[in-house]
């Protein structure tokens, strides 16, 4: 038996019965959904959740801890005459000027350390940031964007200018400016953090705006898809298909269900050994 305790588990009204009779607890399977975990009793192994939940498991074999990651960079230690502080339990570098260049030395940038973000797309426009500040210090800017971000972003000369923003960034809990552990935590703010990283780079124009925009639609479409599902459950909205129109910011999707998509991959291996 399996108890998945989570922060997401869907507000219940006190009394209210799951659909395995339990209050405030939904299960499938050997999983139980339960709410966020309360209290753990030593003497009898027994754990109780939130939102009064009925389910109180005991002789408990094994808990794990499913806290998150921290970033560690073995490559970089008291030899390299670098500043770099990475805290364990803090999930935050710094200093870092707008999370990606090393505040003291720009010359240094860390990409894809901000998470709950549409990955490859983001760091794309990372690198485009860091190779464009690069050439331009250079005195070798790619002429061919010149024209095409007029109001385009510099990383300040000052060192102190940059020393200071990177300090107010890493006690400022990310945009949810909660928590330290959520600096580095993006997910709607993603699409304004790719904007900038665009001007940082000299190509924001209409037509990458419009490419930022429908990847904001589909990545909305994908999230509500799985909103409510069960963890562990049916995952049938991983296999959806999308076809973008970037002109026009709009997605057409094609829903796909597991059992067709195992035939789908099916006939695909079959076409391709045929090919072959």
Same mark, same amino acid.
Do not use: T
């Given at each position: 038996k399996v108890f998945l305790s989570d922060t997401s588990f869907p507000t219940a009204q006190d009394g209210e019965e799951g659909s395995d009779g339990k209050r405030n607890c939904l299960s499938m399977g050997n999983i139980d959904w339960v709410p966020k975990t309360l209290s753990f009793n030593e003497k009898d192994s027994s754990i109780h959740f939130d939102q009064l939940c #009925?389910?109180?498991?005991?002789? !408990?074999?094994?808990?794990?801890?499913?806290?998150?990651?921290?970033?560690?960079?073995?490559?970089? *230690?008291?030899?390299? *005459?670098?500043?770099?502080?990475?805290?364990?339990?803090?999930?935050?570098?710094?200093?870092?000027?707008?999370?990606?260049? /090393?505040?003291?030395?720009?010359? !240094?940038?860390?990409?894809?350390?901000? /998470? #709950?973000v549409v990955p490859f797309p983001f760091f794309e426009f990372q690198a485009e940031a860091i190779a464009h500040q690069l050439l331009k210090r250079m005195g070798k800017s790619d002429s061919h964007m010149d024209s095409c971000c007029a109001n385009e972003y510099q990383v300040p000369l000052s060192l102190e200018e940059r020393m200071d923003a990177a300090e107010h960034d890493a006690n400022s809990g990310g945009p949810k400016g909660a928590r330290v552990q959520d600096t580095h935590f993006l997910g709607s703010w993603q699409w304004d953090a790719c904007k900038v990283y665009a001007k940082y780079g000299g190509i924001l124009s209409e037509s990458v705006e419009k490419y930022i925009n429908t990847n904001k639609l589909i990545y909305d479409d994908s999230n509500n898809s799985r909103k409510g599902s069960f963890p562990g459950g049916p995952d049938d909205y991983r296999y959806s298909s999308y076809v973008r129109d970037d002109e026009n910011e709009s997605f057409s999707r094609y829903p796909v269900t597991m059992a067709n998509a195992d035939v789908a991959q099916s006939r695909n291996e079959k076409t391709l050994l045929s090919e072959i």
């Open positions: #009925s389910n109180r498991p005991n002789d !408990i074999d094994v808990i794990i801890f499913c806290s998150g990651y921290d970033y560690q960079f073995p490559f970089i *230690n008291e030899k390299s *005459n670098l500043e770099l502080k990475v805290v364990p339990g803090e999930r935050r570098v710094s200093p870092l000027y707008e999370q990606l260049w /090393h505040a003291q030395y720009p010359n !240094i940038a860390f990409i894809g350390l901000q /998470h #709950s």
